[in-house]
Every structure is written in C-alpha cells, then in structure tokens.
C-alpha cells in the first residue's frame, strides 16, 4: 500500500514537473493575448527597446538620452537594453501579447512594415533627419515605396591582415585579387599559422558570404529577382571551398561562428579576417596583435566592394504616441546624439553631417570612402528576414558538400517564399 | 492532470467494496477535516498549480493552433496545420534520434556513476566532507556557466583537452570536439552526466543510508559475501531512490535546454539537436520561424515525457506484482 502511493504521488509530480517544465520552455507562444492600448490619449511615457552593442556604452548612453528627452519635451522615456541573443524572442513575445515596444532597435524591419505595424517616414520622421541619411540606407530602408527602416547605426567590413605574420611570411602587400589571397594564405598556413579565418557558422554566414558574392560582381537579388545560385556566386561558393579543401583556413570553416574566428585573430594566430570597426577597437586596447586594414580584394583586381549592415530604429503605430515617437527621432537624429552614439560603440555613420564628423579619425578612413557605396543585403524585402536564417543554417554544408547544390537550394526556398 | 486521476482510481476503487460508508468515517474519524475547510487550506496550493501548471499549458496549447507571422503577430486560428507541418518535418527524425540517444545515454550514464560515487561517499574516510562538497559544486553553478567552460576545455585550438592529448601523443592533430558529428553527441553528453551526478549521487547517498544496517550484519552472519549483500540487500533496497533517479533525471535531461545549445551554436541545421533546442530554433532560428509550430513542437514534447514516465512507472508496477 505504502509503495503504491508513493507512486502516486511520484507519478503525480512527474507529471506536472513534465508540464511544467516543457511549458516553461515553450512559454514564450504561451503569454496572454488580448489587450493592446486602444486609449485615445496622447502617450506621455514611450518605451525604447535597444539592443545592446556593447556592455559600457549603449545603455549609458540611452540612460542620459532619455534624461535629455525628457528635459528637451517633457516625454518620459522607458530604456529596455536587451542583448543581441535575446532581443528576437522577447520583441517577439512582445508582439504576440499585443504589447509591442514604442521603438524597436534590431537588425531587420521589413517583416514588420509588411505587418503593418510600422509608422512610415512622413509620419514620425523629421524632414530635416529624412534628408540627412545617406541614399543609400533611404534606399535600403523603403518597403513598398515608403521609408520605415530608419537606420541608428552601420557598419562596413574591410580585411583584417596580421601584419607580422605578413612579414614573416615574406609578403609585402595585402591581396589585391583573390588569386593573391590564396597564395597569401597558403604561405602564412606553411609558416604553421591559419592562412585565412573564415567564419561560416550559423552565426552570421550570410555576412561573410556577401563580402566575397560582391567582389565577384554577385548579389543575392538583381532587378528585383533572386539571383542566389548565379554563375558568379556558385564560382564564389566554390572558390570558397576550395580555400577549406586546401587547408589555408582553420579547421571546419563550416562550424566556426564570427566571433570565434575574431578571436582566432586576436589571438595572433591567423593571417586574414574580414573585420568591422569594433574588431578594430578591441584589438587596439588589448595591443597584442600587429595588424592593418585594406579593402577587400576581388576575384580580378577591379575596385573592391564593401559590405554594409546597418540597424534600424522603427517605430511601432499605437495610438495616442506618435508625438512622441516624432520627437524621439529629432532628438536622436541632431547631431550631438547620433555622433556620440556611433563614436562611443565604434561604428560608422549613416547620415551626411556624421561623414563629416568622422572624417577627423584617420583610422575609419577606409570605412568612411567606401560607405556611400556599400552593398548591403536585400533588407527591404522581408522575404530576406527569412533567407537570412535559411543561409546561416545551410550555407555551411557546401563546404562538405556542393556548392551549385546549396545554393540552388537557398534559391528554392526564397522563390517559393517570396 | 489525468494522471493523477488514473493512478488514484485503483486505490479508491479498492477501498470502497464492504468497508465502512465514506461520509460516516469522515464525520466521525479524528484528524478529518470538511470539504470547505480542507479547501480552504488546500487554495494556495491549487491557485499554484492553476497558474503555474495549467495556465500556461492551456496557453500554449492554442498557440499550438495559431498561425503567426514572422514578427511574432498573431494571424488568425491554423487548426492542427502546425502539428503537420511539425510531423512532417523532414529533420524530425534525426532529432527524435538524437534525443533519444541523449536521454537514455546520459540517464544510463548518469545512474551507473552515482551509484559508484555514492557507495564511496557513504563510506568513512578522512576529507570525505571536502570531497561532498566537491561533488556539489557543478550543481550549483549555473548550466550555461559550465557550458561555456566545457566549450573552452573542448576548443580546437586552444582548449585543455586537445592541449593534453596532444601533450601525451594520444593524437597527433587537435580534434574538433565540436564540430566534428563523430564527436559532437559525445562530448555534449559528457557534459550532461557532468551536471546530473550531483544531485542522483546524493539521492543515492540518502538512499544507501536509509538501508538498516541490522539486516547487514545479518547477511553478514550467515556468510554472503559483500557481492552478494551488495546485489541482494543494497540494490533492491534502493529501488525507491532509484525509481525518483531515473524518472526525474529522464524528465531533467528531456528537457535540458542550456548544455545543447550552447554546445552546439556554431553547427548548422538540425544534426545535433533535441526536441527542446529543436523547439527553440523553430521559432526564432530556423527559416521558418514560427511561434505556432514551435507552440505544437513544445505539446508534443509534453506528451511524449508524459508517455515515458508512465510506460516506465507501470512497468516497475508490473515487476512488483509479478514477483
């Protein structure tokens, strides 16, 4: 009898430990629906949901932004920094439960405008902000002939070169053609170092991936069509796996995330890695690896092409906060907040006045000449936002497999998407 | 909640035939209380479990029949399309594989070694308080912390355990503990066993005390040797603990979230992972991206733990009526 109710209770807890641990788990789909602010009022308090670049900077920064916002127009502003692992899954939560965030800072927009959740630029925007930011992100910010993704901030890749390692090797240069990248990185490999650290790990694959599509006069889309597994980029994909096949990369370039790859170079340990200002930033303070930064080279030597990211601040429509949201905006986008912003985090600007002020640094020289014309990925089309996803997780099986194959099937799935 | 009533119903139906009416023996039986008074008490621990347990369940269940966009906003009922679409998801098997072999590996794994710690452990030796404590400290530090730690010891290039392998000429080339599919389950499960031992080892330890030690020296008197006591009297007296063992340890490690996708971030697709990080990658990493069938993926999951743990439990029932 004794034995029979302990099972009952055993069997008992098992059972709602099961549920409730696998409830937990799947949680997030689970919130309460229902509610929303349909309150006609005039918002007088909006919330920011900001992703975090860096532990020191963002929210110190976003902390005296809102006491500014606050003294400037008497709106209070509620700063949420989220780190970038988590910020999908709690906007996301967010928007299930019909609570979105007033603004929302992350790396895509477009899913959203096409949800209609977004305000567009001639409701929130000021003009004197529209007009400042560069053509080229207006350009990458329109869905559907309206400007929605308003950028905070960009990025531009450029190669990252050990320059000790360079001259142990005997190479005087930086690769201009790709053609001198693998003899660069075949020598650097003899020397018992890693040639070329290429990161094609779910992490940012598609990243990577651009920089090379580019300077091989590819592009994930062209005139408004996918254009993924092109003659060019299956010849890039290629050229990529022969790189691995050869040995002049680390070890299963195919599971090696960005980060991990930044961290082979910090460590002194590998010649090449396509790298962005922040790379820049953190190897000047630790001061332990010799390196320079030249653009990076393409397949025959003709001018090389960057890769740009940017971020994006949107807005979300609820009613009663839009005169907020409008003021949120000319506060960010004047001068004194952007700058300090992008200088602090260390990346690059995004509007004409910023390129202007950051000709003063000498070191984003190569950055900043090479911005107004960067290539981006196709982020006004939300098809992309999952595209991306598919390339970070099946990108890398072209280095075990095919190339043609991988992306012949990337191009399926964004067909049959889009 | 069924549960509770199917394993309930036995008992009470056996109590009820001939005994004495129900409602005389309540009203007159010392320490019983009424219905409204032993609700009243109970009300904490039923608001609890409304809100902890079933709340969420019923939530997740019609999320399970939502459809959602990308952006996470909800676009109208999909009926048991998400549950289709999940079953008919050309990685499921390979993750209903691996979750398998992680499961009953680490369990299995996890039982043989406790037990051997735990005899240890329950023997006298001088610094045995020191090695308890020892034997605490991985549960107490956090999962993702540990993970973190293993992926450093099992790094390409400059992780411990290459380093020592090397050193020793084990191996000539580092091994990609990782990234290689050869390894990747078997250092994650390494791991997993990693983090259960304490807890299963002092479940044992408590177990192994509770044994009376008279029964022992009577053994011992008519001349068993220690294997024998050992597989006669110790094991079979530590069925209980080794029941909660098992059954904790397989809902534990079904669920376990942290150690899998911390290992395995850098592979891509589905090769490695388990219901749980398949669950979590269907809605914010994979290509699809969908709330609705991970919301399917997570009921799924709860049935399937469910059915384990009592197909087990019964066929421990079943033994014990048999002998």
Wanted: overall charge negative; charged content about 20%.
């Amino acid at each position: 009898m004794s034995t029979t109710r302990r099972h009952t209770i055993l069997g008992a807890t098992a059972a709602g430990g099961a549920l409730l641990l696998t409830a937990c788990g799947g949680g997030t789909g689970a919130d309460q629906a229902g509610g929303g602010g349909d309150d006609a009022e005039k918002a007088t308090t909006i919330t920011l949901m900001a992703a975090e670049y860096s532990k020191d900077n963002t929210k110190a920064f976003w902390d005296a932004f809102a006491d500014e916002y606050k003294s400037t127009y008497g709106y209070t502003l509620d700063v949420n920094v989220v780190s970038w692992d988590n910020i999908d899954q709690q906007s996301s939560t967010m928007i299930q439960n019909n609570q979105p965030p007033d603004i929302l800072n992350l790396n895509a927009y477009a899913s959203y405008a096409k949800d209609g959740l977004l305000y567009d630029s001639d409701e929130v925007l000021p003009d004197e902000a529209k007009s400042d930011i560069l053509p080229t992100f207006v350009q990458y910010g329109t869905y559907d002939g309206k400007f929605y993704g308003f950028p905070d901030l960009a990025s531009a890749r450029a190669l990252f070169y050990n320059t000790s390692l360079f001259s142990k090797a005997g190479i005087a240069n930086p690769p201009t053609t790709w053609e001198e990248l693998e003899a660069d990185a075949q020598k650097i490999t003899d020397g018992g170092d890693v040639g070329y650290a290429m990161p094609l790990g779910p992490e940012e694959s598609q990243g990577e991936f651009s920089m090379w599509l580019f300077n091989n006069g590819g592009d994930w889309k062209t005139d408004g069509s996918w254009a993924i597994n092109s003659e060019q980029n299956v010849e890039t994909l290629t050229f990529m796996k022969k790189l691995a096949d050869e040995g002049v990369t680390q070890a299963n370039p195919a599971r090696t995330n960005r980060a991990d790859a930044f961290d082979l170079f910090a460590s002194g340990k590998a010649g090449m890695v396509v790298g962005f200002s922040p790379l820049a930033a953190s190897l000047d303070e630790d001061g332990t690896v010799d390196y320079a930064v030249a653009p990076f080279p393409s397949n025959d030597g003709t001018e090389s092409k960057t890769f740009g990211v940017t971020d994006y601040l949107m807005a979300f429509k609820k009613s009663g906060n839009q005169d907020a949201v409008k003021a949120f905006y000319e506060l960010y986008y004047s001068k004194d907040q952007i700058n300090t912003f992008i200088e602090k985090e260390g990346f690059l600007p995004v509007t004409q006045s910023g390129l202007e002020y950051f000709q003063k640094d000498d070191k984003l020289k190569v950055y900043l000449d090479t911005l107004p014309n960067a290539r981006l990925t196709p982020t006004d089309d939300p098809t992309w936002d999952k595209i991306k996803l598919a390339v970070q997780q099946n990108l890398g099986s072209a280095m075990t497999g095919d190339p043609q194959e991988t992306l012949d099937k990337l191009q399926q799935t964004a067909e049959s998407e889009g | 909640m069924t549960t509770t009533g199917d394993v309930q119903a036995p008992s009470s139906g056996r109590a009820t035939p001939g005994g004495p009416r129900p409602r005389r023996r309540r009203s007159t039986g010392i320490g019983r209380v009424s219905t409204p008074v032993a609700l009243l008490w109970l009300a904490p621990a039923i608001a609890l479990i409304v809100g902890v347990v079933l709340f969420p369940a019923v939530m997740l269940f019609r999320a399970s029949r939502s459809e959602y966009s990308i952006t996470g906003l909800y676009l109208g009922s999909a009926g048991w399309e998400n549950y289709s679409k999940v079953l008919s998801y050309p990685d499921l098997p390979v993750v209903l594989k691996n979750t398998l072999v992680w499961v009953v590996a680490v369990v299995a794994f996890t039982i043989v070694i406790s037990l051997a710690l735990a005899q240890l452990l329950v023997k006298d030796f001088p610094g045995r308080r020191f090695v308890r404590w020892a034997v605490i400290v991985p549960w107490a530090a956090s999962l993702v912390i540990t993970s973190q730690l293993f992926v450093l010891l099992y790094d390409y290039n400059y992780g411990l355990v290459n380093h020592v392998l090397l050193g020793l000429h084990v191996i000539d080339t580092p091994i990609s503990f990782l990234g290689d599919d050869r390894f990747t389950m078997a250092s994650m499960v390494v791991v997993g066993v990693f983090v259960s031992l304490p807890f299963t080892t002092f479940v044992f330890i408590a177990g192994l005390n509770a044994i009376p030690t008279d029964v022992m020296e009577a053994a011992e008197v008519d001349g068993a040797s220690p294997w024998q006591r050992w597989r006669r009297i110790t094991l079979p007296l530590l069925r209980p603990a080794m029941l909660i063992a098992t059954v904790l340890n397989t809902i534990y490690v079904f669920n376990s979230f942290p150690i899998i996708y911390t290992l395995n971030d850098r592979n891509p697709g589905f090769g490695h992972d388990t219901l749980i990080t398949f669950m979590y990658k269907l809605a914010f990493k994979s290509q699809e991206k969908d709330v609705g069938m991970s919301a399917a993926t997570g009921v799924i999951n709860v049935l399937i733990i469910l059915v384990v743990v009592l197909v087990y439990l019964k066929v421990v029932n079943w033994r014990e009526e048999t002998r």
